[in-house]
Antibody, heavy 116, light 108 residues
């Protein structure tokens, strides 16, 4: 059974860079044609698409975040990562990693709070 | 980008009743590339429906999806207490992927 697990700091200071990693188990990140994505959910609000990556390195981003987002893949460790720069309080959210299009597998999510 | 508008915002029904949730797109969704997710309190979303009408693995047949173009519907034929959740639609036919704002289903 495929499992995804987000990890990273739960607290980030304003203007700094948020960094999260999604570790995939129960399957290889590079064994299929799936895209691997990041989605976030501000407290009490809906889901926001951040971006996606294929193990080949091909990426898609939400235009509203593109200038601040980097998504990368590490096939040797079966992980993919998110970096979001110059964060503000508006970036406080639960961050999810997920597989596929649409998203058939999700991580449990990790809350990231932006605060000094 | 395609904007998805879900209605109603909240639906309050009794067990056994039929729930009808709407998702309207600002432009036609390519190849009916529309999904529905269920998100229970404190949990990650779960895929219910893909390609507008195909149930995901393990999803009960009381959940059904329909529609094409700009108008899509999720129907829960007989509500059960465990269906208490927020339901999100998502289009994946064009970039960027977009989600609706969600419909909350309450059980009376």
């Amino acid at each position: 059974q495929l499992q995804l697990q987000e990890s990273g700091p739960g607290l980030v200071k304003p203007s700094e860079t948020l960094s999260l990693t999604c570790t995939v188990s129960g399957g290889s990140i590079s064994s299929s044609s799936y895209y691997w994505g990041w989605v976030r959910q501000p407290p009490g609000k809906g889901l926001d698409y951040i971006g996606s990556i294929h193990y080949s390195g091909s990426t898609y981003f939400n235009p509203s975040l593109k200038s601040r987002v980097t998504i990368s893949v590490d096939t040797s460790n079966n992980q993919f990562s998110l970096k979001l720069s110059s964060v503000t309080a508006a970036d406080t959210a639960v961050y999810y990693c997920a597989r596929g299009t649409p998203y058939s597998y999700w991580g449990q999510g990790t809350l990231v709070i932006v605060s000094s | 980008e395609i904007v998805l508008t879900q209605s109603p915002g909240t639906l309050s029904l009794s067990p056994g009743e039929r729930a009808t949730l709407s998702c309207r797109a600002s432009q036609s969704v390519s190849s009916s590339s529309l999904a529905w997710y269920q998100q229970k309190p404190g949990q990650a979303p779960r895929l219910l429906i893909s390609d507008a009408s195909s149930r995901a693995t393990g999803i009960p047949d009381r959940f059904s999806g329909s529609g094409s173009g700009t108008d899509f519907t999720l129907t829960i034929s007989r509500l059960e207490p465990e269906d208490l959740a927020v339901y999100h639609c998502q289009q994946y036919g064009s970039s960027p992927l977009t989600f609706g704002q969600g419909t909350k289903v309450e059980i009376k």
